[in-house]
């Protein structure tokens, strides 16, 4: 089983919609989740982190943890065109543990 | 300006011939990493170093080398690249703590033939 799980989609929305991207992961140890967006031809960059439990909210981002059921979450509300890219999940224990990535198109 | 720098961006090769992709970053981080890309298969660790002279193997680590000489180098070499080596190949670098931003370097898309 691998360590963190992710649909790859691809997912594609209307502008203006509410997306929901989730991972799951089987190392409960986990404390620190992250999620980073990548453009096309580019490389990850750090959307949000999270520490333990609980959800945090950063404009039209919401990241949520779920510990007890090994499950996270990034909504995206009000979604842009410009949002249209790859979201990966990772769990950060020293090492950097990465997701498939969830690839996410807009369209306007 | 603080960068993680891939060199070269694009490569075409030969299976066999033996190739080393660079990596350098200027933020005195003590870890750096390579990844490589493949559709439908995510970002996989190939090796990572925690610091100078210290290198352990990630997920996918056959076929590659790695060193960690100084800090703000750390190439990835490939003896004898085969096919199945072509991917899209990042570099990123952070300091440690478990809430440390990672900072990619632009990718170098390697094409063995």
């Known amino acids: 089983q691998k360590e963190v799980e992710q649909d790859p989609g691809p997912l594609s929305v209307p502008e203006g919609a509410i997306v929901s991207l989730n991972c799951t992961y089987s190392?409960?140890?986990?404390?620190?989740f992250m999620w980073y967006r990548q453009y096309s031809r580019k490389g990850p960059e750090l959307l949000m982190y999270t520490y333990s439990s609980g959800n945090k909210e950063d404009g039209r981002f919401t990241a949520q943890v779920d510990k007890s059921s090994k499950y996270i979450s990034l909504f995206i509300r009000d979604s842009q065109p410009s949002d249209s890219a790859t979201y990966l999940c990772?769990?950060?224990?020293?090492?950097?543990?990465f997701g498939q990535g969830t690839e996410l198109s807009v369209k306007p | 300006e603080a960068q993680v720098t891939q060199n070269p961006r694009y490569l075409i090769t030969v299976t066999g011939k033996k190739l080393t992709v660079t990596c350098s970053q200027n933020m005195n981080h003590e870890y750096m990493s390579w990844y490589r890309q493949d559709p439908g298969l995510g970002l996989r660790q190939i090796y990572y170093?925690?610091?100078?002279?210290?290198?352990d193997k990630g997920d996918v680590p056959e076929g590659y080398k790695v060193s960690r000489k100084e800090k703000r180098n750390f190439p990835l070499i490939l003896e004898s690249p085969s096919p199945n080596q072509t991917s899209l190949y990042f570099c990123a670098s952070k300091t440690h703590g478990m809430n440390t931003e990672a900072f990619f370097g632009q990718g170098t898309r390697l094409t063995v033939v």
């Open positions: 990772a769990m950060n224990e020293g090492k950097l543990i």
């Open positions: 170093s925690m610091n100078v002279e210290v290198t």
């Open positions: 190392n409960s140890a986990f404390q620190y």
